[in-house]
């Protein structure tokens, strides 16, 4: 999907924060087109008449340490700025306040406190109070000249500043994470009060811009897909199908690290309920040799993806004339491995789609998904008729139980976690609470402790539980259970497996943590 057309737009400037993605995809979600631009870039887009208002992104870079060169002129345009915690030291800087390291950084849940009326927080606040997602470690100590003061935090004495005329505005917290209470009527007030920007991108025209954009680009070529069974992979399959028929072939591989009863249920919902053309390949063996005694995460990445690519290229090589390889990426996918933009963005793990892929690749990479987040994927599922089945399943990696198993990955290994995931899965399914997470997972820690059951003493592994709550998988929080489940769960692994006398449930949200152990 192209980003640049001839539409009022957002702009957003990428400082390189994690954020950047869940920004513009905020602006959408409010009905109004945004592009992402990285700050090197930004002269070419100053004489651009459809900018209806920007905005400054966080980043983790120094406002005092590292010299941006950002061109002051955006600041005279009489167009509305917004700028969001660097972005906010940057206004800060420019206009003449102060910014240092704190003596607290503030990472997480904070409480700010309302100092005076805006319209940039018109409906933000609770009884002048809210509570924000917060992630800096450098802090604002010195408002700029004719800027107010509309929020404080304990930590944070300019939380939210404004210069009410000049319609310029700073917030030190993160807006566009769902964890920031009301952070869309933010965004909102910005959009519509400050910047008077009118709705114009809606969901249902995105299906026929991506089918007319893979038209163009793929032409009469062949297209092979990757096919996992997931949501992503899926809708990719769908929309290519649309577009481009029967050139189209999904390939489906077993590497062995799939869930307990996965392949098999792939394949009768693809080739029965979708008629879509599927190649099944089984690569157990294959995986599982390269993976021999290799324990570093990133390798472990770089291997799967490696043999993937090298099992698509042979299939490949049997239809003829084909010339794309169709991934299910997503701007997450992207953002945790590369920016987008090409920014400065800290690179937290190479996904197997993106970084984990070989440096000279035959077939091209045909990405329909990469500008989409998981629930804008599932929108575009449930517009192409996708069941219910595919589209509300939990997302499951690329490398698959593979990171799930930290260190050495063995048959032993897989086969005692396929068992504990599926009682786990299988449970929550049981008591109504699959739908209520947005994943879950067994994982198998790689240390064995002490146990004892009926006389005897045993020597088994710990089996990791976690199941998370989460809007797009960027940020999330852990699942609360209650006590019986908990028992009931940890009885049936301990019960029915073999290898495991230690269930533990992970209680971290990402940030710090990821969703995935590797
Ligand atoms: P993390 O662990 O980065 O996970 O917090 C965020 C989401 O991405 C999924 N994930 C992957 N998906 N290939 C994928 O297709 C990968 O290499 C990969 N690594 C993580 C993860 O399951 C979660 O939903």
Redesign the pocket.
Known sequence: MSLTNNLDTILVIDFGSQFTQLIARRIREAGVFSEIIKYKNLNKFLSNKNIKGIILSGGPLNVNTKKIKINKKIFNLNIPILGICFGHQIISKIFGGKVKQAKYREFGNAEIKKKMKSPLTKNFFTKNKNNVWMSHSDIVYKVPKNFKVIASSKNSKFAIIGNLIKKIYGVQFHPEVSHTVNGKIIIKNFLFNICKIKKNWLPKNQKINLINEIKKQVGNNKVVCGLSGGV?SSVVALILNKAIGKNLTCIFVNNGLLRKNEAKQVLTDFKKKLNINLVYVNAEKQFLKKLYNVKDPEKK?KIIGNLFIKIFEKYSKKIKKVKFLAQGTLY??LI?SKSVTGSTTSK??S???VG?LPKKMKLELLEPLKFLFKDEVRKLGLELKLPKEILLRH?????GLA?RIPGQVTNEKIKILKEADYYFIDLLKKNNLYHKIW?AYAALLPVKTVGVMGDNRTYEYICLLRAITSQD?MTADFFNFDKKFQQIISNKIINNIRGINRVVYDITS?PPS???LE
């Open positions: 992503d990445r997450p996918d945790e937290i793990k996904h197997h789609n984990g997302p499951f990696p690329g490398p990171i994943q998988g990402k990821t969703i995935e």
